[in-house]
């Protein structure tokens, strides 16, 4: 029986300031110890091709799914310095970072106040990789004037609510790379006093942790996992990083986009085979119950916001804001919810409590533990049955759910009606098996109320 649909529509109010990590260095959380769980959105090009009216148009629909982080970039990666944002404004006067132009930034000031009002937070790149890699054609940054030019946004950006994501698609490589990185951090932090998280976004499949492990700077860790394969596990990169020391937030910022090619290019008897929700979800929730702090959707119509008049990159085929309404998008809001209404700051990864199913591949079973016994999250990617230790959860009444992460529907599977003193092991099937059938076992306090502090009507 369906006990609940998961609502979309509600619109969060303003962020509550700026972001920081919590004190055991697994999650994100506002200035008042609540958690935050990071839901972004890929919009690379959204300072660059939208006019105010379409901007507008993205981020109210964004925040109607429930995102709370938008991915943009302010010196994009299509024809970003030669090519003139919607009212013919380009960001820099002659390339110069140290000269960004002012009508340019007016018009990125509107978008994130936008943003802002609607409870979003801005996941701002300062760059596109291809502007500070030595070696680039492309190349404009050196040490000196990427400094000036994260000094410039801290200072502009100090008092609105986001997040920095330096890297723009690149891999720090040489001790030059380093240094132009190195410095714009230090202009950020110059600029905004500290005021802002900073995070790094590398070429994929890279992390973060793997080049800047011992930069003060960087705050939480982000990887991209990118878009090569349906049989990627994602989680394999939150696990890596979940082991690390000192312990850092992580997530996934560029997985699998809804509506890439499959590996880029990819041909099945002449169709183009391109990744579909089930491969976004199974991406997302694979990560998160790793240990991810939250996660990054992104669809390929969306991140270069294409349209008809457009050249394609990556072969995009849908017009940007009608690929809005994809079904992945949605079912990360329902993520999101799901989380933040069974206490997504309490729930740590222990694979441990998995006694018996698949431990690899697309059907692996993983697992998720309230750390005062209250709860157990497990997720079946492809609906096989698994077996767990039930005595980790120490609760007198208890209440068993599946969730379906496709539609946001719970179907009551059992509640005790006595004290629950059974704590050996039990064997779950999912409701559903096969591809796209992806379920969510939870096991829960019978006595748990759902009331005002329960997000989103969950």
Partial sequence: MALAAHATSAVAGAPRGS?????????????????????????????????REEAARYLE???????????????????????PNAYGDLPLHDQDPARPNEAYFAHVDFIVERAAALGLYVGFLPTWGKYWKTGDTNLVFHPDNARVYGRFLGRRYREHPLVWILGGDQNVVTPEERAIIDAMAAGLREGDGGAHLITFHSRGPGQSSRQLQDAPWLDFHMSQTSHAARDHDTGLYAEHDYGLAPARPTLDGEPRYECI????????HGRIDRFDDDD???AAWSSVMAGACGHTYGNNNIWQMW??????????NIPWHEALDHPGARQMGLMRRFFEANDFGKLVPDHAVIVDGPARGLAKIRALRATDGSRLVVYSP????????????????????WFDPRYGVSHEFRI?????????FQTFTPPTSGRGQDWILVIEDAKRTTDAKTPFGI
């Fill in 416 to 424: 005790s009606p006595r004290a629950w003193d059974n704590h050996a």
């Fill in 307 to 316: 349209q008809p008049d457009r050249a394609p990159a990556i072969q995009a």
């Fill in 261 to 268: 090619p499959v590996g880029f290019y990819w041909r099945e």
């Fill in 61 to 83: 629909d964004r925040a109607r799914k429930g995102f709370n982080v938008i991915q943009a970039v302010a010196l994009a990666e299509i024809d970003g310095l030669a090519v």
């Fill in 19 to 51: 972001l920081g990590v919590s004190p055991d260095g697994r999650r994100l959380q506002h200035a008042d110890g609540t958690t935050f769980f990071y839901l972004g959105d890929t919009a690379w090009e959204l300072f660059h091709r939208l006019n």
């Fill in 280 to 282: 976004v979800r199974h």
């Fill in 382 to 401: 492809r609906g096989e049955p698994f077996t767990l230790d039930q005595s980790v959860v120490k609760v007198a009444y208890f209440r068993i759910t």
